[in-house]
């Protein structure tokens, strides 16, 4: 059974960093893209950035574009979500996401993702 599973959330204030990581089981995703979305309260999930096979690509929404950044370690199946300089706007839960074939995100609403993890929950205080 594929399982993604999230860590890393919790409590923050503005300004604060918090790192999130993801590990998949079941399955390797070294030859796939990964990613992560969030869903705030009473919002539709939104993509917030994801990661080619190779690590070479990587793709940011303007929201998070230069405060957050994605990076993966494919030996140890993992893909992490450094979170820098963190806004009230940030609230939500946080989902890690991988494709099941495509190598690269896809410019599509779920981003080319199969597998989805249960979610994170991040708060940032002001």
Not at 70 to 98: F, G, H
Request: hydrophobic share 30%.
């Amino acid at each position: 059974q594929v399982q993604l599973v999230e860590s890393g959330g919790g409590l923050v204030q503005a300004g604060d960093s918090l790192r999130l990581s993801c590990a998949s089981s079941g399955r390797t995703f070294s030859t796939t893209a990964m990613g992560w979305f969030r869903q705030a309260p009473g919002k539709e999930r939104e993509f917030v950035t994801a990661i080619s096979a190779s690590g070479g690509s990587t793709y940011y929404s303007n929201s998070v574009k230069g405060r957050f950044t994605i990076s993966r370690d494919n030996a140890k199946n993992t893909v992490s979500l450094q979170m820098n300089s963190l806004k009230p706007e940030d609230t939500a839960v946080y989902y890690c996401a991988a494709s099941d074939y495509y190598a690269d995100y896809q410019p599509q609403p779920d981003g080319g993702m199969h597998y989805w993890g249960k979610g994170t929950l991040v708060t940032v205080s002001s």
